[in-house]
C-alpha cells in the first residue's frame, strides 16, 4: 500500500514483497531505494530516488525515477 502522508519511505518496506531480493530495492551502489511522497496540487505525487554515489538521500548527487537530480531536502 502506497503512504497516504508526505514523507520519505524506504521503498522495500512500503513494497513488502517477501520474493524479490533486496538489490530489487537498492540503487547501484547498494543503497536502498526511498519513495518520497510530497502534495502538488492537492494530490500526493511519488517520486523514486536514488542516494547516488554518496549514499546520502538528500544531497546533490540524488537521482530520482524520472532521471533527474532530485530537489535536495530542506
Not at 502506497?2 to 540503487?27: I, M
Not at 494530490?43 to 547516488?52: E, M, P
Request: proline letters at 4%; aromatic letters at 6%.
Amino acid at each position: 500500500t502506497l503512504p497516504t502522508k508526505e514523507g520519505e519511505y524506504n521503498l522495500r518496506s512500503v513494497l513488502s514483497v517477501g520474493k524479490w531480493s533486496v538489490k530489487e530495492y537498492a540503487d547501484g551502489w547498494n543503497t536502498p531505494l526511498v519513495l518520497r511522497a510530497t502534495q502538488h496540487e492537492g494530490q500526493l505525487t511519488y517520486l523514486i530516488v536514488s542516494a547516488g554515489p554518496d549514499r546520502v538521500v538528500g544531497t546533490r548527487d540524488d537521482i530520482t525515477s524520472g532521471g533527474q537530480q532530485a530537489e535536495l531536502a530542506r
